[in-house]
């Protein structure tokens, strides 16, 4: 089947600084690839949708110029954190999408933000 | 604002016994789906549902769609303790066919 990875898994980092994490399709070329972000015993939230070569779109309430996102390629979209901060601490999934239906998640990266 | 709200939001039973849970959304949809989150990863898609279909069934999974009444629900059969994890369902959103807009989930905990 297909899959998504994600790295790192875990990072903690200080206050202040950038932290970035990489999403990858493994075995197939995603044509979009998303993010969100998930608070502990609560549901995703879809923070942003990234496509190959062209600007990713963010959802209201999200702060473009704080999660830089670049889908580099149809396999790598990278999701950076900037000057984080404590309540920048979450667990961030991506996922991938060949087309309209099913998405295909990476097992998150919790970001932690001391 | 979420599409897509389940409920219960949390669910104990013993192995062997059924689990149903159920998911309503607010605006026409032409898919909805199910998905599972063990605890500290990624979500996991278990079945996808069309707006033309009514029952789809996957192993001892069952899904059901009410287009009328904007709901879906989504029975496992003969519960397993390694069934335990949070379930989703998902709409497409946005006007969107990729985007998608996850209910709260609900966590179902299957006890040995």
């Known amino acids: 089947g297909a899959v998504v990875s994600q790295h790192p898994s875990r990072v903690i980092c200080k206050s202040g600084t950038s932290v970035k994490i990489e999403c990858r399709s493994l075995?197939?070329?995603?044509?979009?690839m998303f993010w969100y972000r998930q608070f502990p015993k609560q549901s995703l939230m879809l923070m942003a949708t990234s496509n190959e070569g062209s600007k990713a779109t963010y959802e209201q309430g999200v702060e473009k110029d704080k999660f830089l996102i670049n889908h580099a390629s149809l396999t790598l979209s990278t999701l950076t954190v900037t000057s984080a901060h404590p309540e920048d601490s979450s667990f961030y999934i991506c996922s991938a999408a060949t087309g309209p239906g099913e998405q295909y998640f990476g097992p998150g990266t919790r970001l932690t933000v001391t | 604002s979420q599409q897509g709200e389940e409920d219960p939001q949390a669910l104990s039973i013993q192995e062997g016994e059924n689990a149903t849970m159920n998911c309503s959304y607010k605006?026409?949809?032409?898919?909805l789906q199910w998905y599972r989150q063990n605890s500290g990863r990624g979500l996991v898609h278990l079945i996808l549902i069309r707006s033309n279909e009514r029952e789809k069934h996957s192993g001892r999974l069952r899904v059901t769609l009410d287009t009328s009444k904007k709901s879906s629900s989504l029975l496992i059969t003969a519960s397993r303790a390694a069934d335990t994890a949070s379930y989703f369902c998902a709409t497409p959103s946005g006007g969107s066919n990729y985007k998608l807009t996850f209910g709260k989930g609900t966590l179902l905990t299957v006890n040995p």
């Open positions: 075995d197939f070329q995603a044509t979009t």
């Open positions: 605006t026409s949809i032409n898919n």
